[in-house]
């Protein structure tokens, strides 16, 4: 009874709370500012009216855009705002113009700066990337590519029930932010599209991403330095080169990669599952307290790796020990299928051996036998059915 008054209560409190801010929010609908939803005409300038009305507003604020197709070219919205509560709702399609030139070089297609409480809700965003990837591919001079959507050094960030297409490089970026939560996303790009990682998260406090398909021809989820109070749950991932922490130590100097959970998660035809690199070359980088939980894999070729070795083209490493300290990693509840014998690789430093690994309920299989493990320089526990055998 106590359980129902209170969740009854919460509900009402919540519909008031909902209900005072739809009336209170002012709502600037981008056709107001000659926005044209006919995917041809430069909507760019009708979206940046529409953020300064918002932005500039003491109360909170809805950008508003209806069904349609608009035309974007890179577009930066700036903080900070007068109110901390802006939600961009969109119930169309965003297109970033085909020819991949126009904004190839401008870093990012979609960028907030400096922003506290905004939400993004809904909408398509597509980024025809699919020109660049070839070019890419052609070994041509090409433009690195712009990301779809980023946000740098804001706080308070919702991007829920959004879509990314085929972005010309990394789909969604969080850097430098505090309190972040990427929900119901789905990201779909060619399985060989170059660099389009799904998202990625660097420098970064209290993120969590959760229940969202990512299909994309990088990671699915990047994890870079500075990251820490990492929540992912509920994500399917596939195609892609799975979940990275990394690639770390590429800098002497880096800050660390701490308190990372990873759980209920569904690899499907992937290169890697649950995968921690870093460069092959000093640093005083670090990895530590990571739980990866309650994970599927089919199809996998490397369903569980640590790759402290990591040096494409064998350029200014080889030879060199990692300096990233990798410690206090935990294995838990990881079943499914390999698509290589080697199902299991602690590849670490020689210099800083892998310390703390656990693994826990781990059964992976190839080609309906058992699965074999390949370990260096690691050293941990294990606990339960453990299939391959362990080497650590």
Known sequence: MANTLSSSLLLALLVIVFTSFSATAAQYNVLSYGAKPDGRTDSTKAFLAAWKQACGSISPST??????????????FKGPCKNNAIVV??????????DYRVIGNAGNWIFFRNVDGVTVSGGVLDGHGSGLWDCKKSGKNCPSGATTLGFSKSNNIVISGLTSL????????????????IQGVRVSASGNSPNTDGIHVQLSRNVAILNSKIGTGDDCISIGAGTTNLWIENVVCGPGHGISIGSLGKDLKEPGVQNVTVKTITFIGTQNGLRIK??????NGFVRNVLFQHAVMTNVQNPIVIDQNYCPDNKNCPGQASG?????????DIHGTSATQVAVKFECSKKFPCTG???????????????????????GTTSGVIQPNSCL
């Not at 709702?89 to 085909?98: F, K, Q, V, Y």
């Not at 990233?324 to 838990?332: A, E, F, H, P």
Request: aromatic fraction near 8%; include cysteine.
């Open 63 to 76: 950008i508003y855009v209806p069904a349609g197709r608009f035309l974007l070219q890179n577009v930066e």
């Open 89 to 98: 709702r969109i119930d169309g399609t965003l297109l970033a113009p085909t």
């Open 166 to 181: 085929n972005s010309q490089m990394f789909h969604i970026v969080i850097n430098g932010c505090n309190n972040v939560r």
């Open 278 to 283: 870093s460069w092959g070359r000093p640093s």
């Open 324 to 332: 990233v300290k990798i410690s206090d990693v935990t294995y838990q």
């Open 357 to 379: 690994i656990k693994m826990e309920d781990v059964k992976l299989t190839f080609k309906n036998q058992p699965a074999r493990a390949s370990c260096s320089n690691a050293d």
